[in-house]
């Protein structure tokens, strides 16, 4: 399976300051939001993704994340050329994907949790149809909502409905099948003029091939396209990191952990680093393995 880092769209919501950065270049807390999207792909066990930008933007994405061969990792790059919705990551990616499955997680999107890689390496495993996550929100109005039977299985989905029939969103994390390429391209442009990801969910839905991983009490989903909702994001990591002595999304760890690379290359990337808490913190890693990757 191959993996797609959607960081495009124009940031309207983060006005004035995406004027001059990318939105998922800006800082939470301690490390760029690109690199929580980047690892949870890679906590999946994927090791081949795509991301794909903004006019204008791909330099900057290439000059923090390279090749991804220091993590391990093979990154490419694309544009979209212009924001017509989630969905659109499958036609600006359909020669990268190739024909096989493929995930797409929304590079503004966080997600934490203890066993999320469980989950993760299991959903990347799917041979036939499409897993997505639910969360469960007090207002899902300004989400894709799902609606589950008494069996747990997926009965209808909406996109930001007025009068949403579940609470449970679905969060910007999307494993398909060697379908999606096709499916995708059959898409029409909603109301909105955009491709939406929840046409091409519906349409594993109508299949019988969809199914819902519930995420619930313990895991954390945080969506951070707004001054107040980066603001949240960049709170409960510093307490989670500071309280439990761990980092979230640092890809180094990520990489060691899932084995993409070994101690000697962590060794060089380490000495590689200015002295910053950051580097202290992997060369830690090597005296002290028990601390977590998730």
Partial sequence: MKGIVLAGGTGSRLHPTTLGVSKQLIPVYDKPLVYYSLTTLMLAGLREILVVSGPGEVGAYQRLLGTGEQWGIVLSYDVQPEPAGIAQAFHVGADFIGGQS????????????????????????????????????????????????????????????????????????YFYDSQVTELASQLKPSSRGEYEITDLTRAYLERDQLEVELLGRGYAWLDAGTPDSLLEAATFVNILEKRQGFKIACPEEVAYRMGFIGRAQLDGLIAAMPASSYASYLAALLDHPALGAE
Avoid at 104 to 111: A, F, P, Q, S, T
Avoid at 124 to 130: F, L
Avoid at 132 to 153: A, K, L, M, S
């Fill in 102 to 173: 493929c995930a797409l997680v929304l590079g503004d999107n966080i997600v934490h949790g203890s066993g999320l890689s469980v989950k993760l390496q299991a959903a990347a495993r799917v041979k036939t149809g499409a897993v997505v996550f639910g969360y469960w929100v007090n207002d899902p109005r300004d989400y894709g909502v799902v609606t589950i039977d008494g069996r747990g299985r997926p009965i209808a989905i909406e996109e930001k409905p007025d009068n949403p029939s579940s609470h449970w969103a679905v969060i910007g994390l």
